[in-house]
C-alpha cells in the first residue's frame, strides 16, 4: 500500500542496547523527518533528510544517529539506548511541488512505542 | 520561543461549528499558517495551510486576519471523531525545522 510505515510499531528494549525504528514511505517523497513525542513535551524534531545521503540534525538529535542511502528509507538508530529515550516516535515525509502537500505539508506515520527498561 | 498561542483545550457540540484561534503576533512576511491535529494515539495530521488568504478544503476552513497576527480554524459541522489535539505551526517554506506547540484540546461532545 501506498504511505508511510513505521516499524516496529511498540519496542521493548534494554538500556545499552542498540535499537534501529524503521520509516519507508512509497511516494519518493524528498524530505523525512523524526520526532519523538513526550507528555510535557509536544512533539519535538530529532533529525530532518532532504534527500538520499543529506541529513541535519533537528532540535534533539544526541543520542540518535541516522542516515538515508535511499531516498524512500530513513532509519533511526539509539546507538545506546536510555531511559529518557523513552517515547513515541514518528516519522514524516514531505515533499515541495505541486498537490495538497505542496508548500510543506507533511504526512506523519503511525508512531513506534519505545520503552527502554 | 514559542511562536503561537494557543488555548490549552475547548468544548464543541457535535454538529456545530468549532472555532479554534490563534495567535501568531510575530509571523514574518514569509511564514505560513499550517494546522494540524492529532487523534489519540496517532500521528498528526495536516489539515490546511495558508499564507494571507482565507483557505478552504474538504476539511476546513482558515481565516487569517488582514495584518496575519491571528487566524481561525473552523471546522463547520464537528463530529466526534475530530475530537483531538489541534496544533497551529507558523513557519517559512525552507523551514525544515516544523516546531509543534501544544496545541488545543478539542473535545466534541453529543
Known amino acids: 500500500d501506498a504511505g508511510i510505515t513505521q516499524s516496529p510499531r511498540y519496542k521493548i528494549t534494554e538500556t545499552g542496547r542498540q535499537v534501529t525504528l524503521m520509516c519507508h514511505q512509497t511516494w519518493s517523497h524528498s524530505y523525512m523527518f523524526w520526532y519523538r513525542q513526550d507528555l510535557g513535551h509536544g512533539l519535538r524534531l530529532i533529525y530532518y533528510?532532504?534527500?538520499?545521503?543529506i541529513t541535519d540534525k533537528g532540535e534533539v538529535p544526541d543520542g540518535y544517529v541516522v542516515s538515508r542511502s535511499k531516498t524512500e528509507n530513513f532509519p533511526l538508530t539509539l546507538e545506546s539506548a536510555t531511559r529518557s529515550q523513552t517515547s513515541v516516535y514518528f516519522c514524516?515525509?514531505?515533499?515541495w511541488g505541486q498537490g495538497p502537500l505542496s508548500w510543506g505539508g507533511y504526512t506523519f506515520g503511525s508512531g513506534t512505542r519505545l520503552t527502554v527498561v | 520561543d514559542a511562536k503561537t498561542t494557543q488555548p490549552p483545550s475547548m468544548d464543541c457540540a457535535e454538529g456545530r461549528a468549532a472555532n479554534l484561534p490563534c495567535n501568531h503576533s510575530?509571523?514574518?512576511?514569509?511564514?505560513?499558517v499550517y494546522w494540524y491535529r492529532q487523534i489519540h494515539s496517532q500521528g498528526p495530521q495536516y489539515i490546511i495551510h495558508?499564507?494571507?488568504n482565507n483557505e478552504t478544503n474538504e476539511m476546513a476552513s482558515l481565516i487569517i486576519t488582514e495584518d496575519r497576527k491571528s487566524s481561525t480554524l473552523i471546522l463547520p459541522h464537528a463530529t466526534l471523531r475530530d475530537t483531538a489535539v489541534y496544533y497551529c505551526?507558523?513557519?517559512?517554506?525552507?523551514?525544515?525545522?516544523?516546531?509543534f506547540g501544544a496545541g488545543t484540546r478539542l473535545t466534541v461532545k453529543p
Open positions: 510575530t509571523i514574518s512576511g514569509n511564514e505560513y
Open positions: 514524516a515525509s514531505s515533499e
Open positions: 495558508g499564507l494571507k
Open positions: 533528510s532532504a534527500a538520499a545521503d
Open positions: 505551526i507558523v513557519r517559512a517554506m525552507n523551514n525544515n525545522d516544523m516546531r
